[in-house]
């Protein structure tokens, strides 16, 4: 048996060409490797992109357009300050990834950097910010826009010079769009207008950059919080550090860090400020904050037209710093703004905004209400993750319990978080009329969901401070009408309870109490309360109203459906040899009556099926076990060990009848004697095979594979016992006469059947090493496998997923499966197979253990 998985991870050959040695660092786009270009002997970078599990074929094209974007984009860029592209290698049908081979620069990030020494100095900083403009403009001028401008992306020389790196999400202007929604980049660096929906330009990197020279020049992160919200709204709405002790590179800071695009520093004006920002007797550069910035390049991909300043931002004559929500004036009398229009063009009548757009407030969920329903959503896609695997395990499916384990638990956390979303009201507007709640699409003003609540159907509002928050409740009177208690957007109001008054928490709002309790008073008419109470009581503070007893219900089914599959489903049967003597090594003998197993010190220990008792323990290696088998007729054992001696024990004595050596420095890790018990065949670690004469104890033979072999975890003789073979990873089988020890061109006879494994998939070879089929059902690595009887086409496989299969290799279907746990042995190290496959033994950690297949029963 072989496989593709063989070679260490560390050691693998891609293309032919690029020696992939260690990690040098993961993310969510891939792994990327440092590697050797073998072919002219140079040290790259390799970026493996591979397709996660669980993505249908459309995804999966998906994904790898995306991977030779990301390459044609990068190559595209020729610039010394941006890391160079030398090839890319596409995805095949033996290896889904896509490798992406880059220069490989020996320097650390400027995050790195300031982790390690803190704040630089402003000349160092204007430095290295100079440096990364030219490189940024060189991808500028050809369409590109990088998108993740920031420390860690930013390597720097010796000498302050520098290489962009990580083009994964750039975005060329006059290219297809693979993904149409969301933000894309580090959330901390996103310039504001891509938060409303603006397309990616040059603006946005050059806002990137001035975070990053800000973080350079301070020490932190101007606008990084402790979470996404917090980082969002400084970025919107918050004032950048003061830069007044930085003189030289100030000016050019609160240039990029200006929100609107059309007031932020052009590349070419922030160039000349660093440059001025090296040399500090020069004069530093004009602050943009009083000096107009010229027109901006216009963008070929989009023609922009020019928008109403924001709410919430200074108007281009503003100046000074902005003011927190504690100090803002009230809006309650500013004027009103422009009436909102709908989608065709029209002022929409019942739109409370349009006439009393100044009386909003954003809102946000209340945190101990969006905790309360996470757990909740959490705990039903766990449980619903748990349940999949252990009705998948009781049903014993096969490809179906990869589908069922992985979609069943994003159902049900989409239904949980659809729930959830009941709460998530982003504005809520006073009017005349009454109270109108609305959400608006993610980096739009676009609403996508309303609801209005009438004056005449509120009895009481009530205003309670939560921290540093304000909380609005709503008290309505019994005779809700229907049409609102129904309102799909507004779940709150799906139930009521009889005739009693019926309470909704409308959700948290940054502003002091007084104020929010002053607009209501004002929006509302006389015969509805207004309270503001200065020590609220239990029910004031309560939350009303914010998720549905559905999803708690949805809790406990699957709890309960979970629970009673482990009362009703008894275990396998499975019995433990040894407790804490395992070792490594496991063999049947042929009749199936003798099982032989290494120990924790280095001897091995037979143990009679029978009675499930140890008969005999044969000592003599001087390290641990590598292998064992038995011959054909069960009279030898031989065995391997780490002291690279291979010996043979006489079964009706117990005792070592020879001793074997390799002929250097190697150890045999697999062990195959002929049909005709007289050689014995041992695969070394180092990729060779040694024959010896088994009467004799003569080494006959040491076969080698011509080139660089690789992967040879078995040899395996012919029926008629003439001849050897082994497959490598490159599934090619080589033959060799057992008599002369010289390689022939074909077996003397039938060699069977090859196995191999990559990742989670066992693959079927005939025995001239051509594709027969893919055994599919494990959803992790396989690491560990053997071989029943021969004929039997039988084959039992260990993985990560905690599980062990019993192959069918001629059908494809799995004959049996035991999924493991703390009270059976957590993970399988090692597995045998009975000659019949009636029964199969496993261990796990220093515990050996029986499992009874079912098989042929």
Known sequence: MTGTDSLPTGHRLVAGRYRLTRVLGRGGMGVVWQATDELIGRSVAVKELRAPHGLSAGERTVFGERALREARTAGRINHSGVVSIHDVVPATAEDDAVYIVMEWARAPSLADILRQHGALSEQRVAAIGARVLEALHAAHVIGLVHRDVKPSNILVLPGDEVKLVDFGIAHAVDDTRLTRHGVAGSTGHIAPELFEGEPPSPAGDLWALGVTLCHAVTGRSPFERESTAATIHAILFDDPPSLDDRPLIAPVINGLLQREPERRMSAQEAAAGLRSATAPTTMPAPDPATTPAPAPTPDPSATRQPEPPRRNTPSPTTTGPRATWEDRPTTLGRAPGPPRRSRAGTVDPDDDSASTGPTSYPLAPVPRVLIVNALCAGGAALLAFFLAFRLSDIWQLNSAVTTISTLLPFVVMLASFTVMGSVRWDQVALGPGGVTLSRRKSGSSEVTKACRVKWAHIDEVVVVRKGRRTVVHLRMAAHTPADVRASPPFRGFARFKGESPFTQTLGAIFAQPEEVGAAFRAAAPREVTVRVPAEPTPEDSRNHGTRRNGLPLLVLLLAGILVSTYVFHHDPDVTRLTEDDWGGGIEFSPDGRTLASGTSHDAITLWD?????????????????????????????????????????????????????????????????????????????????????????????????????????????????????????????????????????????????????????????????????TLYGHSDRI???????????????????????????DSGETAAKLSLNYDIGYTANAVALSPRGTTLAYGSGTQLWLWSTGIGS
């Not at 040694?690 to 033979?701: M, Y």
């Not at 690491?783 to 039988?794: D, I, M, N």
């Not at 260990?798 to 062990?804: A, E, I, L, R």
């Open 609 to 773: 099926l029978t009675t499930h008792k140890a008969v005999a323990t044969l000592r003599g290696h001087g390290q641990d076990i590598n292998a064992l088998r038995f011959n054909p007729s069960g009279t030898l054992l031989a065995s391997a060990s780490d002291d690279d001696t291979v010996k043979v024990w006489d079964m009706s004595t117990h005792k070592a009848r020879r001793t074997l050596t390799t002929g250097g420095a190697v150890s045999a890790v697999a062990l195959t004697f002929s049909p005709d018990n007289q050689t014995l065949a041992g695969v070394t670690d180092d990729w060779s095979v040694v024959l010896w004469n088994v009467r004799t104890g003569r080494r006959t033979a040491t076969l080698t594979v011509e080139g660089d072999p690789s992967g040879i975890s078995a040899a395996v003789f012919s029926s008629d016992g003439r001849t050897v073979s082994v497959i490598d990873d490159t599934n090619t089988v080589h033959h060799w006469d057992v008599r002369t020890g010289t390689s022939v061109g074909k077996a003397g006879a039938d060699v069977g059947q090859w196995v191999g494994f990559s990742g989670p998939s066992v693959i079927v070879r005939d025995g001239s090493g051509s594709y027969v089929r």
């Open 783 to 809: 690491t560990c496998a053997a071989q029943a009887g021969t004929g039997l086409r039988l084959i039992a496989t260990c993985s990560d997923d905690h599980t062990v299969r019993v192959w069918r290799t």
